[in-house]
């Protein structure tokens, strides 16, 4: 059995309900969870949540609400520990559960192919723990941080010797999580061991490189704008999808 949880939780600060705002006319939860009903390896939605009117909205659409506990609530609470838990209690429920795609509630950028690329993935190779989209880095490589130091000076992150280059084709290529998918099988959230800081990932985690120039979830208003603008748009999803597929990754 393979399933979709989506996690969203209530109290956000940055807009308030983000996870019910309306984009185009639905609730942001929608999106994911529509996403999980079209994709054809997925056999059943859960949403993890907090909050009454995400679980309202959840259920317009099918999905089982987990509750979470009064710990586990809050904007200060690990969000691994959150998944940890849903997923124990999706097993409680369901012994034979197998593969998980973990989806976020505040984002849009995902539909049923995207996430059926990333379950084939782990069924092609039993030796792979997990599967996650993500974006190569370019402007926002990791050699170019910064931070402000004590006296508010901006200085390199880390390494403050450190030499590099203006050139980033130079650069040993770097990938973050792009807010899409994460797919992995159950037991992993019991090892801990996965690419940090992405702890219950398991140990092999493959890439599914989504052709865009950083991920995006909803933060603020800003992310709205993006996030409508995507929806009105879904062609350019099969473009990155296929652009994906084509590059065998």
């Given at each position: ?41 997925i056999d ?85 723990d997990s ?115 084509e590059s065998?990754?």
């Amino acid at each position: 059995m393979n399933v979709a949880i989506v996690t969203a939780r209530a109290g956000s600060k940055s807009i308030i309900n983000k996870n019910v705002f309306t984009v185009n006319g639905k609730p942001m939860i929608h999106y994911p969870i529509q996403a999980a009903n079209d994709a054809k390896k997925i056999d059943k939605v859960f949403v993890s949540t907090d909050g009454e009117l995400i679980a309202n909205a959840s259920k317009e659409l099918g999905a089982t609400v987990i509750p979470r506990p009064e710990e586990l609530s809050g904007d200060t609470v690990n969000h691994g520990v959150v998944i940890k838990h849903a997923v124990e209690w999706v097993k409680e429920q369901h012994p034979e559960l197998d593969k998980v795609v973990l989806l976020l509630g505040n984002t849009v950028y995902i539909d049923g192919e995207i996430i059926d690329l990333c379950i084939e993935k782990l069924e092609k190779d039993d030796s792979l723990d997990s599967c996650m989209t993500v974006w190569e880095a370019q402007d926002d490589h990791p050699n170019r941080a910064m931070e402000i130091n004590d006296d508010g000076i901006l200085e390199a992150f880390g390494d403050k010797n450190r030499k590099v280059s203006t050139e980033r084709q130079s650069y040993k290529k770097a990938y973050y999580y792009d807010q899409g998918v994460w797919a992995f099988r159950h037991q992993t959230v019991q090892s801990e061991d996965g690419v940090n800081p992405w702890w219950w990932m398991g140990k092999r985690s493959a890439p599914i490189i989504r052709t865009w120039v950083t991920g995006r979830d909803v933060h603020t208003h800003f992310d709205i704008g993006i996030s409508e603008w995507w929806a009105q748009n879904p062609s350019l999803m099969k473009e990155l999808l296929n652009k994906s597929s084509e590059s065998g990754l």
